[in-house]
Each structure stands twice: as structure tokens, then as C-alpha cells.
């Protein structure tokens, strides 16, 4: 008997060394993190302007300054005009009544990240003031990661250009509510002209965004993309920004800018 148990042991011993394993110690096994990207966001702020507003010109020389500083990999400004002054749109209109609702009304009013933020009037009578107003807001939005990796291109295809692209679900939540949008604008040589938008494309609504999941998108504007149209001799300037917003609380969760 003492035989056989001696044989016994002396095979799991045996098993054991040529396995190289210890059952003693507890297997450890690699996570995978891809899932969990750091990546930052890119700020949108939307600066609602009218032609004539007195104190417009001073929100628009602040962020259209802090624009040329960040750049546009951190931050994207577009500007829209209101209540017939010659640069209004149906859909400039419509976005500002869907943001304000039956709260006060007025301009300039800034929207950063959509509802994250609303900044209306201005902070003081000193443009220094509004300028550090105005960077305070878009720094603090800069540290927040984003919980989605957005990716679009133009595509050519005759005789104009599409847009498409993917938004991923970076984080390890899932995502509700939400819709891919965009706006393009175009660049004109006064204030408040910086990029005036002209197109608000439709929203496109996603389902539950679980994590790791993406959803394709595809956007074919109005407007041409053409990069050398003319107008008047002079060749046009667009510009193109796609971004996700969350339709309940009109959060925008992270944008981009197209070349």
C-alpha cells in the first residue's frame, strides 16, 4: 500500500516537472486594453451671431483668435447667423429654437459641446475677459477623454464628393440616444465670417452603441465639396465638421474636422 502511494506522488511530481507548471500558483492571464483607447476630444463651439448685434463682434474676435491657437485636431468654431441678416439658414434657425426651447433668446450665444456649456452675452465689457471666459471653458472640455473614436473622409464620386465614416464605442459602457450629424461652412474675409455655416446635414440616429461596437455612417450633402468651385472669380473656401450628439441632452460627445 505504502508502495503504491509512493509511485503515486512520485508520477504527479514527475507530471509536474515536465509541464513546468505549479498547481499552487493561480494562472495569470492578460487583459486586453485596446478597447479602452485615451482619446481626447475635439471641442465644437457654436457661436450664434446676427448682423448688427453690438456686442457679437467681440465673441467673434475672442474665439475666432483662440481658433488660429488650438487648431482644429482640438478645437472646431462655426458660426451661426440668425433671424434673417443675410447669412442665415432654415437650419441655423431651426438648431438655435431646438437648443433654447422657450428660454431666453439673444446673441451672441455660445454653445460648447453643445449643451455641455452655454456661455450667452458676454462675461464682461473687457475682450480680455471673454477671451480667458471662453479658453477656460474649451481647456476644461479638452481634459475630459472622449468615450468615442469618430473617423470620416470625403470621398470622391462624380461629379462631387460623399462623406463617410464610423463611430466607435471606446468605452465599457453601452451608448444610447445618440446621432451622427454635421455642418458645413464656408470662410469669408469680415468677422463673423470665419466659417458662417451654410448646411446643417440631417441627424442620423444610431442604436445602443455597445462597447466596442461601431456603426457606419454616409452623408451625401446639398452642398457641393467641389475644393476649387468659383464664385465671383475667387475660389470658395469650405469648411467640413462631423460630430455625435447625444439627441436627449443635446451633449455633443465629439467631433471632427474634415480637410
Not at 446676427?50 to 458660426?79: I, R
Not at 471662453?134 to 475630459?144: M, N, S
Request: aromatic share 10%.
Amino acid at each position: 500500500m505504502k508502495e503504491k502511494i509512493f509511485i503515486f506522488i512520485f508520477l504527479i511530481i514527475f507530471l509536474l516537472t515536465l509541464s513546468g507548471n505549479n498547481i499552487l500558483t493561480p494562472q495569470v492571464f492578460a487583459q486586453d486594453n485596446d478597447s479602452q483607447k485615451n482619446i481626447l476630444r475635439t471641442v465644437l463651439v457654436e457661436l450664434f451671431v446676427q448682423e448688427g448685434c453690438l456686442t457679437c463682434p467681440t465673441a467673434e474676435f475672442c474665439l475666432e483668435d483662440l481658433a488660429w491657437e488650438y487648431g482644429t485636431s482640438k478645437f472646431v468654431l462655426v458660426q451661426e447667423h440668425l433671424w434673417g441678416d443675410g447669412y442665415d439658414t432654415p437650419g441655423t434657425n431651426a438648431r438655435y429654437n431646438w437648443y433654447v426651447g422657450d428660454s431666453k433668446k439673444g446673441t451672441p450665444d455660445v454653445f460648447i459641446n453643445g449643451l455641455t456649456k452655454r456661455l450667452q452675452g458676454l462675461y464682461c465689457d473687457c475682450v480680455e475677459g471673454n477671451y480667458e471666459c471662453y479658453r477656460d471653458a474649451i481647456d476644461k472640455e479638452l481634459t475630459r477623454p472622449s468615450l468615442l473614436e469618430l473617423s470620416a473622409s470625403k470621398i470622391k464620386v462624380e461629379p462631387d464628393y460623399i462623406i463617410e465614416g464610423t463611430v466607435k464605442n471606446v468605452s465599457d459602457t453601452p451608448l444610447k440616444d445618440l446621432a451622427v450629424c454635421g455642418m458645413i461652412g464656408k470662410e469669408g474675409d469680415e468677422p463673423g465670417l470665419y466659417n458662417y455655416i451654410q448646411d446643417i446635414l440631417p441627424f442620423q440616429d444610431m442604436p445602443i452603441l455597445l462597447p466596442g461596437a461601431t456603426f457606419n455612417f454616409k452623408f451625401v450633402p446639398e452642398i457641393s465639396l467641389a475644393p476649387e468651385s468659383e464664385i465671383d472669380g475667387e475660389e470658395e473656401i469650405l469648411h467640413l465638421v462631423i460630430f455625435v450628439q447625444n439627441t436627449e441632452t443635446k451633449e455633443i460627445l465629439q467631433s471632427l474636422y474634415i480637410e
